[in-house]
């Protein structure tokens, strides 16, 4: 199947530096991106979508100027979380989805844990 | 809209044992089901899908699922679970025709036993 990365896999920062999150589709191209942010014990929550080419789109409530998303090539998209606080310390995910005939599936990567000291 | 149940939070069960996780969804038109596997700190990884045909899918690692429109169920069962099973498992629903974004349920975590 196909596979998604995401660098770094952990990442441990200082309270208002920021922090960048890469997503990469290695053997396809994906011409949208998700970016999801999962509690411990709880399910995966939708920030953004993330189109190549073109802004991203941003849930509900989710701050776009704190996580700033850009979707440069149809095989990377970056996860910025600006001037981290202890509270962004989360579970980061990104997902590529292969629009194609099975439903349009999405892969998701390895996920990325930040934690804000 | 719509939306995702999984009313057990936690599943413990024995080495060997069947084991069958529930996932109930709420949609008035078409839909393409999911089951993910999470391992600890890890992403999610596709166990089987459900997008037309056959109502019994077979997915990874012996596990299977039955798409029962009638009662907007998606159950997922192993007839013998390892030790290695121990995970968090997902149902998704992406609404057919719609924006193709799945909707997850809360998760299931299941917990084998020796």
């Known amino acids: 199947g196909a596979v998604v990365s995401q660098h770094p896999s952990w990442v441990i920062c200082k309270s208002g530096t920021s922090v960048k999150i890469e997503c990469r589709s290695l053997?396809?191209?994906?011409?949208?991106m998700f970016w999801y942010r999962q509690f411990p014990k709880q399910s995966l929550m939708l920030m953004a979508t993330?189109?190549?080419?073109?802004?991203?789109?941003?849930e509900q409530g989710v701050e776009k100027d704190k996580f700033l998303i850009n979707h440069a090539s149809l095989t990377l998209s970056t996860l910025t979380v600006t001037s981290a606080h202890p509270e962004d310390s989360s579970f980061y995910i990104c997902?590529?989805?292969?629009?194609?005939?099975?439903?349009?599936?999405?892969?998701f990567g390895p996920g990325t844990r930040l934690t804000v000291l | 809209a719509q939306s995702v149940t999984q009313l057990d939070s936690q599943v413990p069960v024995f080495e060997e044992a069947p084991v069958e996780l529930r996932c109930n969804y709420s949609?008035?038109?078409?839909?393409?089901l999911f089951w993910y596997v999470q391992y600890p700190n890890q992403g999610l990884q596709l166990l089987l899908k459900?997008?037309?045909?056959?109502?019994l899918v077979k997915g990874i690692n012996g596990f299977e699922a039955e798409f029962n429109k009638s009662q907007t169920s998606f159950h997922l069962r192993k007839p013998s679970v390892h030790i290695s099973d121990t995970a968090e498992y997902f149902c998704?629903?992406?609404?057919?025709?719609?924006?193709?974004?799945?909707?997850f349920g809360r998760g299931t975590s299941l917990i084998v036993h020796p």
């Open positions: 997902s590529a989805r292969v629009s194609s005939g099975s439903g349009n599936e999405q892969f």
């Open positions: 053997d396809f191209q994906a011409t949208t």
């Open positions: 993330s189109n190549e080419g073109s802004k991203a789109t941003y």
């Open positions: 949609s008035s038109v078409s839909v393409y």
């Open positions: 459900y997008l037309s045909g056959s109502t």
């Open positions: 998704a629903v992406i609404r057919g025709g719609g924006s193709y974004i799945p909707t």
